[in-house]
């Protein structure tokens, strides 16, 4: 018995309604969506792929973990990209009789549709560098009549940006990729270490003017003791911290104009003069201020000179050997 038209009708719509279904042979990262329609596809796909887009990264850093969450770093998985791109792959040639073009397996593998927020990651790495950050510690020295205090530095840590940031990106550009990552902070060098400040003070001067002694310090350390006289008062050695101004052989005396030089006052005395009481050596600090040899050997320990530091001769030329223009010098 013969359809009507009407019947004919209806089983022609009813099959033109069917909605398409992807290729056999195709698959999705790996995962096989052949005979399925782009709706199937993309659960399918968002199932099995969807959890592992929204896993966290996990950055390891020395004994703490710290996580980019899939919302922070905005990870996004396009399942109906990858379905859609599936369904537009047609289907392959029967080839059962010979000939037909060879296709690669690869071809007919969708890539993930995934992305995520470049400026996130670089966010999150700001974040990472604050918390991990510690500030490098130069050395200090404090110096002292008797003793250099030497305070140690300490190396700093923080994190290379730009190869943690590269790092991160690369990770959540491949799916399938290792999400607990270890990295390792960078070294910051303090700006001065203990040996570097020995190496800028090889020689330092100190006067105690309550013991009338003048010790000189190599590389920070005490290496000798000499016995001096100082201001007397009213002309008082003046405490601080000078450095050497000038070295002088045999210094001539330009004489101060004050009372107590009487008549000599404002004169030139030569150098090697018997009047000269700049004896052998000078080295000058400030405002007329020196460290000289005497012919007065009795004043050494005493508060005997017009505010100078007064030397035995043959101290004050084993210590003008010793030191240079610019050396420091702490009187207390």
């Known amino acids: 018995m013969a359809l009507s038209r009407t019947s004919g009708a209806t089983a022609s719509a009813a099959v033109a309604a069917d909605p398409p279904v992807i290729a056999a042979d195709v698959t999705a990262a790996g995962i096989h969506i052949g005979g399925l329609t782009v709706a199937e596809a993309t659960a399918v796909i968002e199932k099995r792929l969807g959890p592992k887009m929204a896993a966290p ?9 710290y996580k980019l969450r899939a919302g922070k770093g905005r990870f996004v998985l396009d399942a109906g990209r990858m379905a859609r791109s599936a369904a537009r792959l047609k289907p392959l040639p029967d ?5 037909g073009a060879v296709v690669r397996r690869s071809s007919r593998d969708i890539r993930p549709a995934i992305k995520h927020s470049h400026k996130a990651v670089a966010d999150f790495v700001t974040g990472l560098i604050r918390r991990v950050y510690l500030a490098p510690r130069s050395a200090r020295l404090r110096m002292g009549i008797t003793k250099m205090r ?14 943690t940031a590269r790092l ?5 550009d491949r799916l399938g990729a290792n999400r607990v ?6 070294w910051i ?22 013991t009338y002694t003048l010790r000189l310090f190599t590389h ?16 008082n050695t003046p405490a601080g911290h000078y450095t050497i101004q000038d070295k002088q052989v045999n210094p001539a005396w330009h004489v101060p104009n004050s009372s107590w030089a ?24 400030a405002g007329g201020v020196g460290i000289h040899g005497t012919a007065e050997d009795w004043s050494i320990g005493s508060s005997a000179s017009h505010g100078c530091i007064r030397m035995h001769v043959w101290d004050v030329k084993d210590l003008y050997r010793r030191v240079s223009v610019g050396t420091p010098v702490l009187i207390r």
């Open 57 to 65: 990264v996990v950055v390891h850093i020395g004994n703490r973990n």
């Open 95 to 99: 080839t059962s009789a010979g000939g």
């Open 150 to 163: 030497l305070y140690r530095s300490r190396g700093g840590r923080t994190l290379d940006r730009a190869k």
């Open 168 to 172: 991160l990106n690369r990770t959540l």
């Open 181 to 186: 990552l270890r990295v390792r902070t960078v």
């Open 189 to 210: 060098a303090p700006a001065r270490t203990p040996d570097s400040l020995r190496r800028a003070y090889p020689r330092i001067i100190t006067i105690d003017r309550g």
């Open 220 to 235: 920070l350390r005490h290496t000798k003791s000499y016995k001096v006289a100082v201001g007397m008062a009213g002309l």
């Open 262 to 285: 009487g008549s000599l006052a404002g004169q030139t005395i030569p150098g090697g003069a018997p009047n000269n009481p700049l004896k052998a050596r000078w080295m000058g600090l």
